[in-house]
């Protein structure tokens, strides 16, 4: 891991991570616009840039503060962006979700599972956290099988404005995690 003016370079074996900076603000377009991107990760909105642009102030914000936010992934291979990927705060949770998104030409390929994988291991080696939570809609069982590659457990089910959420946690000390 090398620290760099914007926060965290991350790698694992097919993928840099890089933190989403202001510029990003079309590449994050594209891939949040994703018909099958947006329909879990949006409740199917697209979303306007000048909330992409949030998200992406909120990231760096994020980063300069606790040291995390949101990467784009890029296949080291090819050098192109294929999603992104990070800790998010949603709801009224203590500590950020780990969060992801690919492009869809990118599905069922490990990509997700590699990357949240790398975040993992920063969030226990770098962060100190003691466990990382995710969530998704229920019926979005791609994610859910992420979760569980990853050695994740569902710990709750929960409706929030009327959609139906699973969540599920990872503990330093779980499955998963064997430094």
């Known amino acids: ?4 003016r914007t926060g965290w370079l991350l790698q694992s074996e097919r993928l840099y991570f890089r933190p989403v900076e202001a510029e990003d603000l ?6 949040f616009t994703q018909p099958t991107v947006r329909k879990y990760l949006f409740d199917d ?3 306007p840039p000048t909330q992409i642009a949030d998200i992406i102030s909120t990231s ?3 980063f300069e503060d606790d ?5 784009l992934l890029y296949a080291k291979d090819t050098h192109e962006v294929i999603g992104m ?3 998010y705060s949603f709801f009224a949770e203590s500590q950020p979700q780990l969060l ?3 492009h869809p030409d990118y599905w069922g390929k490990g990509f997700a599972t590699e990357a949240s994988r790398q975040l993992l291991r920063y969030a226990f080696q770098r962060l100190g956290y003691s466990y990382v939570d995710a969530s998704c809609d229920a019926p979005n069982t791609d994610s859910i099988g992420v979760m569980e590659r990853l050695g994740m457990h569902r710990f709750k089910e929960e409706t929030i404005d009327g959609k139906p959420l699973v969540f599920y946690r990872i503990q330093k000390h779980g499955t998963f995690y064997t430094d």
């Open 85 to 87: 990927a990070g800790f």
């Open 67 to 71: 040291n995390c936010g949101l990467w």
């Open 45 to 47: 909105l697209i979303l």
């Open 60 to 62: 760096q914000h994020t």
């Open 100 to 102: 992801y998104a690919l």
């Open 26 to 31: 079309f590449k994050l377009h594209q891939l």
């Open 1 to 4: 891991m090398k620290m760099t």
